[in-house]
């Protein structure tokens, strides 16, 4: 299996700019998560899908993030107008419901505003 | 509510040392426990895992046993060597169709030859 697959793996761009982060799930899984990770805070969990539904953003930091699910293959965590302090990496996840409560990574977007 | 709280790192340890990262949990019910690894520049990786108390997870030589009356699953290996020099993740989740990950703030393990 190919894991989880994101891109870009590194961007900068600059403030004001709109970022987009791709992320294709392992086939057959039905959760895809997307987390954030800096020095400062760690690794947060922003945003998960079910069935390609979001079922909780209380993480997305500010109406400057959304993210969507078109279908079981695809997502996007988009960032606009993107700031200096949402630099960080991205990492997106993905789970099978019943297969054993191991989720997967990918390698991660790694994001730099100036 | 839920969460996990790891040893403070940066751990730094000679090759073939013996190694402990302390994690506990703190959980309404009988989460499974999981370590992730994080080398340089890469993702996150599942090491190890057990689903139920008394389980012993173990992978590469490193294990953890999820003790539930001490609320612990701490993770220990024998022999490190520099090729283990990495962050360390400790993280819960319940199971059912509702999975969601909390970690530790993870720790830096520095391996010197």
């Not at chain 1, 953003?57 to 960032?79: H, W």
């Not at chain 2, 701490?74 to 990495?86: N, P």
């Amino acid at each position: 299996d190919a894991g989880v697959i994101q891109s870009p793996r590194h961007e900068v761009t600059e403030m004001g700019q709109e970022v987009t982060l791709r992320c294709k799930p392992i086939s057959g899984h039905d959760y895809l998560f997307w987390y954030r990770q800096t020095m400062m805070r760690g690794l947060e969990l922003l945003i998960y899908f079910n069935n390609n539904v979001p079922i909780d953003d209380s993480g997305m930091p500010e109406d400057r993030f959304s993210a969507k699910m078109p279908n079981a293959s695809f997502s996007t965590l988009k960032i606009q107008p993107s700031e200096p302090r949402d630099s960080a990496v991205y990492f997106c996840a993905s789970y099978r419901s019943g297969g054993g409560n191991t989720i997967y990574f990918g390698e991660g977007s790694w994001l730099t505003v100036v | 509510g839920d969460s996990v709280t790891q040893m403070e790192g940066p751990v730094t340890l000679s090759e073939e040392a013996f190694l402990t990262i302390n994690c506990t949990y703190t959980a309404t019910g009988y989460p499974s426990l999981f370590w992730y690894v994080q080398y340089p520049g890469e993702g996150l990786q599942l090491l190890l895992k057990a689903t139920k108390a008394d389980d012993k997870g173990s992978n590469k030589g490193f294990e953890a046993t999820y003790r539930k009356e001490t609320t612990s699953f701490h993770l220990e290996k024998g022999s490190v060597q520099v090729s283990d020099s990495a962050v360390y993740f400790c993280a819960l989740a319940f199971s059912g169709g509702y999975n969601k990950l909390i970690f530790g703030a993870g720790t830096r393990l520095a391996v010197h030859p």
